[in-house]
């Protein structure tokens, strides 16, 4: 019996039925070990040496493993056709050597890029070593990643407090974002105009004609400047006569695009379907994996971490055949089409994502997939047999158009186009492509050379130039892909840091840079500008690249890239924080002291008027401040909140005074947000709006009832202590002799009545005291399937939020994660950390990042199984 190893249990499970008993497959559920988030981890003055940690989780699964080779033939290594694949069959086989499980068994390397049947039969027959080189570049990428962040992270927690981390892919990519916004905020609109003319022809169809010259210039977008300008041409034309001095027809083609990349699919996903890049992984991973189609679970989509662009030549002969059943024979082009990829630095070796089976078209697997499943499956159907049939044969008219009125002379033109034949277009088109379909896909009527037209109308129309729109998640990671930043593998998981960094917000699926972005982005362009250039972050992933190929020595690049570095990182210890400031004022002045409309400077005190305004640092980051402190204390929030249409500036608003004090109650805003005070100096007294409060629906009574909080409801009937109401950091809440109980809203602290408090700190005892066992469970929000050791898993949704349940097992999903998004892998990944934290003493496993103890003490957390990315 030969032990075989994947990554996911869903993959163990479909594998072991196509190779049988004489098999063994265990999942590793990903990487099995990590560099431990502490100093130390990668030492440059040992020559680079790395200290590995396993936790609790994997540990498991590895004893498992062990004890499966102590009767094993052979040890075969099957993870992911990647870097992150290899590095994961590596890090296996050198723990098992550590532990003596191998002991004289053959060890093989076997990759596949589809979870078939016949795929894995022929890699099986087919094995190799594994490729030292591939590893050697995930080691140098492993380290580079540890060393930037290791090192520049406490740099900004030293110099920026409120600064999260900084990383080698991840702080590029959010320069890509800030740089967008400044951009936008730099632009300046510009008016202009364009003039159309609706015409009759003598059969009287109508069209539409552009203005294209006027008074023999040639004129471009941006010439007419204003409407009197447009109004003077719209008058000539009112007056002209029209006659179509030019008719020209000319055929053209249309060619279709190659399969998807991972970049590629993730951009179609977010504009088609409205997916995020993460999302768009889930589901291509679950395609990919397998699902049960008509009693046998099959992948249905090949490797979806890839930049590859071409297809195997028995999978291009299989589109063939399909075109010619599903399309017809006029469909298929002669010979096969073969593409090249034109991405930056790209080099994975694997296919295109494409279809397992061709003849598995979408209609006849829809019945057992998901509805996302389903749409990104016949995305990737359309997309890759699109790739193989004949081009699309259009017919383009252009019509040019004199107009003559007296001595003036203006010129039109009218295009439409009609699409002869629809070749690839059958199957699929890019949504940019439909975009110009509709620009100049209008049909003309029949328009003959030299005959005279009749004005129907004519209209001038205003317009503005626009900014550059901010980045999609789509446009973002096609923008990576152009520079050379990143890898299939890491689109995802950088977006995703962006965004639980909070440098990032998501808004009308728009990424706008958080204040804290820009902070961040404005102190590495000043200190560290080196380390955030484009050119020089896709230099380097091109030496990574050269040392998977075998051209470059791994540990070279490291020693070249931390002498620069280190000395950069020495020289900024001695920077002072008032330098930083005084950089930072000066980059980020548009944002931070915007242009006031009276003219005034905008960095004078709006209360004091002496003072200077200037960026100041707190323990939760950054806000403007007056450097009159402490005789002036105003302050306002650094830079607008992305998406909330505030300007980032709120000057105090007196609301009333209080009634019985006779003090006044004043709206502030603070570095921790707006709040109401009464009072001044050291006795005044602050109430925090609570969350869904604006300020700018805060009035008097509101005021009152904030600073009257605590409020007593009244006595408990059985004890006489007094039962009160208020809002915490954990949000609204009675509280009765210690005891916290929490209200559905705020409104409610202001309302609840004495029998109903009374109640609601009943309920909470009665919960306390049956310990869980007298709660009825929550209803399923999600069916994922039988656990591989047997028994249902469901997602629910408990009173700490939702969860994954097996059985006594319960996973508390990771937070901001949809409940309806986890699939069956990522929940046994789940339970299995659980359940191997409960093991290991009950203690609560360290995040991810955490410093962890000695491994015989703690029990630490498993990443997640496909999350391959070190940026």
Not at 61 to 86: C, F, Q, V, Y
Request: charged share 30%.
């Amino acid at each position: 019996m030969d032990v075989v190893i994947v990554e996911s249990p869903a993959k163990a499970k479909t594998i072991n039925k196509y190779l049988g008993r004489n098999y063994k497959v265990l999942a590793s559920f990903g990487h099995v070990r990590d560099l431990p988030a502490k100093d130390g981890s990668v030492r440059p003055d040992e020559d680079f040496a790395m200290s590995w940690a396993v936790d609790s989780a994997s540990a498991k699964r590895l004893a498992d493993i062990s004890k499966a080779m102590k009767d094993a033939d052979g040890l075969i290594l099957a993870t992911d056709p990647d870097r992150e694949g290899e590095a994961i069959s590596w890090h296996v086989l050198e723990i098992l050597r550590q532990k003596k499980a191998v002991k004289g068994q053959p060890v093989k390397r076997v990759v596949f890029n589809a979870i078939t049947k016949q795929a894995v039969l022929d890699a099986m027959a087919h094995p190799r070593d594994i490729d030292a080189d591939l590893v050697d570049a995930y080691l140098a990428r492993r380290a580079l990643d540890y060393l930037v962040g290791f090192t520049l992270s406490p740099v900004l927690w030293r110099k920026l407090p409120g600064a999260r981390s900084a990383g080698r892919v991840q702080s590029v990519a959010l320069r890509l974002v800030c740089d967008r916004e400044a951009e936008i905020e730099r632009f300046v609109r510009e008016e202009y105009w364009q003039i159309a003319a609706t015409l009759l022809t003598p059969r009287t169809e109508s069209f539409e004609a552009r203005l294209t010259g006027f008074e023999g210039k040639r004129l471009q977008k941006l010439d007419i400047k204003n409407e009197a300008q447009a109004s003077d041409i719209k008058a000539m034309l009112e007056g002209a006569t029209f006659r179509a001095r030019s008719v020209e027809a000319k055929p053209t083609k249309r060619n279709p695009g190659p399969p998807f990349t991972t970049s590629t699919l993730q951009q179609a996903a977010s504009s088609r379907l409205g997916f995020s890049a993460s999302r768009t992984m889930q589901v291509a991973q679950r395609l990919y994996e397998g699902v049960d189609v008509g009693g046998e679970t099959v992948g249905l989509i090949t490797y979806m971490r890839t930049d590859g662009v071409q297809m195997a030549p028995e999978a291009i002969a299989a589109a063939r055949d399909a075109i010619g059943k599903e399309f017809g024979a006029r469909y298929l082009p002669e010979k096969p089409r073969y593409y090249s990829t034109k991405a930056k630095n790209a080099q994975e070796a694997h296919e295109a994502i494409r279809p397992t089976d061709f003849f598995r078209t979408p209609a006849s697997v829809r019945a057992h997939l998901d509805a996302d499943q389903f749409r990104l499956y016949e995305m990737v159907w359309k997309r890759a047999i699109a790739s193989q049939m004949n081009a699309a044969e259009i017919e383009r008219t252009t019509v040019e158009i004199d107009a003559v009125n007296g001595a003036r002379r203006a010129e039109l033109r009218a295009v439409g186009s009609v699409v002869r034949f629809d070749g690839f277009i059958a199957a699929y088109t890019d949504q940019k492509e439909d975009d110009a379909e509709d620009e100049d896909g209008k049909r003309l009527p029949e328009i003959r050379e030299g005959e005279a037209l009749q004005r129907e109308a004519v209209v001038a129309t205003q317009h503005s130039t626009e900014p550059p729109p901010r980045y999609t998640e789509a446009t973002l990671i096609k923008k990576m892909e152009e520079l050379g930043i990143g890898r299939p593998s890491t689109y995802a998981a950088t977006l995703k840091t962006l965004e639980d960094r909070e440098y990032v917000v998501i808004d009308k699926r728009r990424l706008i840079p958080h204040s804290r972005g820009r902070l961040v982005t404005a102190f590495l362009e000043n200190f560290f500008d080196k380390y955030v250039e484009y050119d020089f972050t896709a230099d380097l992933e091109e030496r990574l690249d050269e040392i998977s190929d075998g051209k470059l020595d791994w540990k070279e690049v490291l020693r070249d890239f931390w002498k620069d570095f280190s000395a950069h990182v020495e020289e900024t210890r001695e920077l002072r924080v008032s330098d930083v400031l005084d950089a930072l004022n000066e980059e980020l002045a548009p944002l931070v002291f915007p242009a006031r409309e009276d003219g005034s400077d905008p960095r004078v005190c709006p209360r004091c008027g002496t003072g200077k305004l200037s960026l100041k640092l707190g323990r939760n980051g950054a806000f403007v401040g007056c450097s009159n402190y402490p005789e002036c204390g105003y302050t306002r929030q650094f830079g607008a909140e992305a998406g909330d249409g505030a300007d980032g500036e709120t000057a105090d608003r007196p609301l009333g005074k209080d009634p019985y004090t006779s003090e006044e109650i004043v709206l502030k805003s603070g570095r921790f947000g707006p709040y109401v005070q009464r009072g001044e100096g050291k006795e005044a007294k602050r109430a925090s709006l609570p969350k869904g409060w604006k300020p700018e629906e805060m009035d008097h009574e509101k005021a009152l009832a904030l600073l009257s909080l605590p409020r007593d409801v009244g006595k408990h009937p059985e004890t006489g202590k007094m039962i009160s109401a208020g809002i915490g950091r954990y949000g609204p809440f009675v509280l009765h002799d210690g005891t916290y109980a929490n209200l559905d809203s705020v409104e409610d602290v202001f309302s609840i009545g004495l029998n109903r408090a009374v109640t609601v700190i009943a309920e909470k005892k009665n919960r306390f005291a049956k310990g869980g066992s007298g709660r009825a469970a929550p209803a399923a929000l999600k069916d994922l399937g039988e656990h591989p050791d047997g028994g249902k898993i469901t997602v629910r949704d408990g009173r700490y939020g939702p969860y994954v349940n097996w059985g006594k097992v319960n996973a508390t999903l990771p937070k901001g994660t949809d409940p309806q998004s986890i699939e069956l892998d990522k929940a046994l990944e789940l339970i299995a950390a659980k359940a191997g934290s409960a093991k290991g003493g009950g203690r609560k496993a360290p995040a991810r990042g955490a410093k962890k103890s000695a491994p015989k003490k703690a029990a630490g957390k498993k990443p997640a199984a496909k999350s391959k990315s070190g940026d």
